[in-house]
Each structure stands twice: as C-alpha cells, then as structure tokens.
C-alpha cells in the first residue's frame, strides 16, 4: 500500500518544477523571438533602453526559472560547478573576443555544467552567462537564447553517450556548433549589422566578395566559426571530464545515472531509473 502511494505522489511532487523548467525555457525562446522580429539596433547602446531591459529581464528570469525548477534535484556539486561555469563563460569569452580571434570559446563552462549536471543546467549557465555578461559588454546579451540551446543539446549529448570516448565529442561538437550559428546568424545581423571580431568580420567580408547578402554571408560565418568553435569546446570540455577524478564525478547524479563517461562515472549497480536524477 505504501509503495503505491509513493509511485502516485512522485508524479505530482516533480510537476512544479517542470513548470517551472517549460516556462523558464518558454521566456528564453519567446525573449529571442522578440529580438528577431523587433530588432532592436538601439540594443548595441547598452542597458539604457527598453529593449535591452526586456531582453535582461527576460534572459534572466528564464534562467532563474530553469535553476528553480531543477534545484531540488542538485547537489551541493552541481551548485557549485554552476557559477564556476559562468565566470569561465565570461572570463574566456571576453578575453577570446579581445584577442579578435575567428571562434568565441564563451561556452566552455556552459558545456561543462551540461555534461556533469545536465541539459537543464547548462541551459541556465548558458542564459544566465550571457545575461550577466551583458551588463558591461551589450553585444553578448541577445545571444544569451543560442547559449541557452548549446547547453540544452551539450546536456543532450552527454546524456545520449557522446562523451564516452573522447573522439565522440568533436562529432558532437560539429552537430550543436551547426545549429548554434544558424540560432545565432538573426541576432547578429539585424541587432549589429553582422559585426562581430576582427576574425568574424574577415570571413563575413569573404562571402560578401563573393555576392553573398548579408544575412546569407552572416549565417554561413556563423555555420563555420560557431562549428569549429564548438568542436575546440568539447573536445576541451571532454579533456577536462576525463582529467577529474573518478570520486568528483560521481558527486553528481546526472554524470552518474546516465554513465555519460562510461564505466567511469557509473557505479556497478547503478540504473537510469532514479526518478530525481532524471529532471537535472
């Protein structure tokens, strides 16, 4: 009798924090669409208009939600690695964009937290990366949605065994770095004019010698950096992973429950039926 009733009430315990992750993930995507069918130039300024407080607001909030609906499911770990995730985002990032160079590296900690707590989490590292970034540096605030979905499919790919072999995450690496540019190309074109890095500018300015528009070149810019940028990404996040003891690793449920580095960061008896380790 008791067990029945623990299955029943499981079910109903864990739907206030899908909520919370749907609308959390829901006030990303609607946010990005916003910037996509506004295009907001005045963004380019700083915090000082509307649409810039929009899109914080916006990108913040659904990152916070998404750590409120997953939060009963972290560890002491995975709450930890989290903001580690965002100032390595930040700090890398700002110094790659500096230097000019034709990849960002701005979602190292992002694919990080995705691969030891999950797509959950490293979606929120990813909004809420970009969102704190945004407050000194406007150009990175309306990519906070395209951050958002490398740590969604970064998480995915982990879950699904991408970084059991090291080999395995550049391939997966290619796959998200594909779709981030394409979720990406709108953003930069019709918010910055397509300008970018030093680097990222060189390539769009090839396609364009070619007779490519602008929105064309922009997108076939951002489907060869954001590829070759994600593939550095993890195959350096695979790297990391591998270099932490086996201990560390099994300190969060999501690496252990679904093995994502193999034998490694299962335990012998472990199963992938553990009801909360699902929802991170």
Known sequence: MSSSLTLS??????????????????????????????????????????????????????????????????????????????????????????????????????????????????????ALSNAIWGLFNPFALPFAAGAALIGLLAGLAAKHGAFRRVYLAPLAGLVVGAIGGLVAAPVAVFMFGAAGTFGTNAIIAVFRSMGDKLLVAATKQGLL???????????????????????????????????VLGARSGERTAQPAAGNDRVA
């Open 9 to 126: 009430t499981e079910p109903t315990a864990q739907r206030p924090r899908r909520l919370l992750v749907a609308l959390g993930g829901a006030l990303i995507v609607a946010t990005y669409l916003f910037l996509v069918i506004v295009q907001p130039s005045e963004i380019a300024g700083g915090m000082g208009s509307v649409a810039s407080l929009v899109s914080l607001f916006g990108f913040l909030g659904g990152g916070a939600l998404l750590v409120g609906g997953i939060l009963p499911t972290l560890t002491t770990s995975s709450l930890v690695v989290m903001p580690l995730g965002i100032a390595l985002n930040i700090a890398i990032g700002q110094v790659a964009g500096s230097l000019g160079m034709q990849i960002y590296l701005d979602a190292i900690g992002t694919v990080l937290v995705a691969v030891l707590a999950g797509p959950a989490a490293g979606a929120a590292t990813g």
């Open 225 to 259: 950096s954001d590829s070759l940028d994600k593939i550095v990404v993890f195959v350096v996040v695979a790297l990391i992973v591998y270099a932490l003891p086996q201990r560390a690793v099994r300190q969060f449920p999501f690496a252990r429950t679904y093995r």
